[in-house]
């Protein structure tokens, strides 16, 4: 709501400074991650159809885009919304020394960006990423079927959103890791239970195992650069 109701003019700093930052992060780091989101699922589809000679094919059945846009990555991503830097205790503390504070070392860890910078990084990084899934995932299973590299390539770019999640968030949540276990043991029932109606494969414990190798080789990197 966008109308507030408060009982003593003091609480208004708490409104303002506290809540209000607050709610500015949360909303900025919800809507970088969808984002980037898009992003990297149009990288995986542009090169997918550069590949194979701009036929208009899906990397991914309805299904499966579906899933992606929904069930398999709302909530964790939806739960960054729970995400502090700091604790409103301290917060405080340090609103009210601030001037005591030199301004090269108030907050040495905060890095002012711009809108522009920003957007390109979510960009470069979602190029980054949704280029070596793709590339790793065909150039180590081209001769499997197209139904084993849609899977496996899937598989990668759900795990790698969840990693995403957890690494670019200041404090884990209990609700985060909930979030995300829950949305992860939803994409298992659906590859082993459903994998009829969702139209994916089996996948060996070989081929799970290069599935964590190019989760890592994708995700490794963003991590070390943070």
């Known amino acids: 709501a966008a109308d507030f109701s408060i009982l003593k003019f003091k609480n208004v700093q708490a409104l303002l400074?506290?809540?209000g930052r607050l709610s500015?992060?949360?909303?900025a780091l919800l809507a970088s991650f969808i984002?980037?989101?898009g992003f990297i699922i149009s990288v995986i589809q542009l090169l997918f159809s550069c590949v194979f000679f701009y036929v208009s094919i899906p990397a991914f059945n309805s299904y499966l885009s579906l899933g992606f846009a929904t069930l398999f990555?709302?909530?964790?991503?939806?739960s960054l919304i729970l995400d502090t830097d700091i604790d409103e205790v301290n917060f405080h503390i340090l609103e009210r020394k601030r001037h005591e504070i030199p301004k090269t070392?108030?907050?040495?860890a905060i890095v002012k960006l711009t809108v522009i910078d920003k957007f390109l990084s979510l960009a470069v990084k979602a190029a980054f990423q949704g280029s070596l899934i793709i590339i790793l995932s065909l150039v180590l299973?081209?001769?499997n079927s197209y139904l084993e590299v849609e899977t496996i390539c899937f598989t990668v770019l759900i795990l790698t959103e969840y990693f995403m999640t957890l690494?670019?968030?200041?404090?884990?949540?209990?609700?985060?890791i909930a979030c995300t276990a829950g949305s992860l043991?939803?994409?298992a029932i659906c590859i082993i239970f459903l994998k009829n109606l969702v139209h994916v494969a089996d996948l060996s414990f070989v081929s799970f195992l290069f599935v964590l190798v190019i989760t890592l080789i994708s995700w490794g990197p963003i991590f070390g650069w943070k």
């Open 17 to 19: 400074l506290w809540h």
């Open 24 to 27: 500015y992060k949360r909303s």
């Open 35 to 37: 984002i980037h989101r």
């Open 73 to 78: 990555t709302f909530w964790p991503v939806f």
């Open 105 to 108: 070392v108030r907050f040495p």
């Open 141 to 143: 299973f081209m001769e």
């Open 167 to 176: 690494s670019e968030i200041n404090r884990i949540h209990v609700l985060t």
């Open 185 to 187: 043991l939803c994409y």
